[in-house]
């Protein structure tokens, strides 16, 4: 599937390598250039100041194809260069939020059903019946997306001629982070982090909407916000696309909302 994807500006401040296979692996320590904190009714939201950019990770699948027509399990098979699988990202942001002792992964997203996180690049996934839109991209190991040009895949699938009503060429977004539970130190600053596909919302032609049980703060920089002072037990994320006029943006993904779980304590919930 073709492309079309913008870039956010970013400052660098340290380059270095670091060994990944036999290739070598271009890390980009960098500074936002934009930072922001937002708070209303207990709630706040802030962006990061520093993460690593992998700027030449690169992601693609090799198969299955997308001319598949069998539904069930199919062997998903991806190929990456200047990224490795399996290790932890050692930047500033370790440490600061929930993060995989299993290390970098990949997000792999079925028609923006909550993403499967898989070390390897080789694994074995059911493809549903009917149409459907597949969105990996290369996670950190503290689940921030790299939101780069080559470090996603979206594909399309159809195993029975269902009717497709997703348009490759639109602006759509796809739910990340937050999931699941928060306990202890990591429900104190959660991590809110979506992808977006055909924008990156400079400009003012679209931005994001999140609503946090009930408060909503409109996005218009495409990078992960931190959130905190979410509620003990069970809160709601909405997240929506709109355009310059404040309407949904046409997505069969769009808006979505997820509930998570959080408990202060270090007790697991």
């Given at each position: ?8 500006a ?28 937002m ?17 030449n990770?690169?992601?693609s699948l090799?198969?299955p194809?997308?001319s ?16 490795e ?16 002792a ?27 019946a009917?149409h ?6 290369l996670?950190?190991?503290y ?19 269902s009717?497709d ?41 679209y ?14 920089v495409?990078m992960?916000?931190f959130?905190e002072g ?30 998570i ?9």
């Open positions: 599937m073709k492309k079309y994807f913008g870039f956010l970013l400052a660098s401040l340290i380059l270095f390598s670091c060994k990944e296979n036999s290739a070598p692996v271009e890390e980009e320590i960098v500074e936002e250039v934009i930072e922001l904190v708070e209303k009714d207990g709630i706040k939201l802030s962006t990061n100041q520093h993460e690593t950019n992998f700027a990770a690169h992601l090799i198969s194809g997308t598949v027509q069998d539904s069930g399990a199919q062997t998903f098979r991806f190929e990456l260069e200047n990224y699988l399996g290790v932890n990202t050692t930047d500033i942001l370790s440490g600061q939020c929930a993060n995989s299993k290390g970098q992964h990949i997000h792999f997203i079925m028609n923006n059903a909550p993403y499967k996180a898989f070390y390897e690049a080789e694994f074995v996934e059911p493809i549903p009917g459907n839109v597949l969105l990996s991209f996670s950190r190991s689940h921030m997306s790299l939101k780069e040009y080559d470090a996603y895949v979206l594909e399309e699938f159809n195993t029975d001629g009717p009503n997703f348009d490759e060429t639109q602006a759509h977004l796809f739910y990340s982070r937050p999931k699941g539970d928060y306990a202890g130190a990591d429900a104190k600053k959660v991590m809110l982090d979506f992808f977006l596909v055909n924008t990156d919302l400079k400009g003012e032609n931005f994001v909407r999140a609503t946090i049980n009930g408060v909503s703060f409109d996005l218009k495409w992960p916000y959130i979410l509620i003990e037990g069970e809160n709601t994320i909405k997240l929506e696309l709109l355009d310059a006029e404040g309407l949904l943006v046409p997505s069969p993904f769009n808006p979505v909302e997820r509930t779980n959080v408990k202060y304590s270090e007790e697991s919930i």
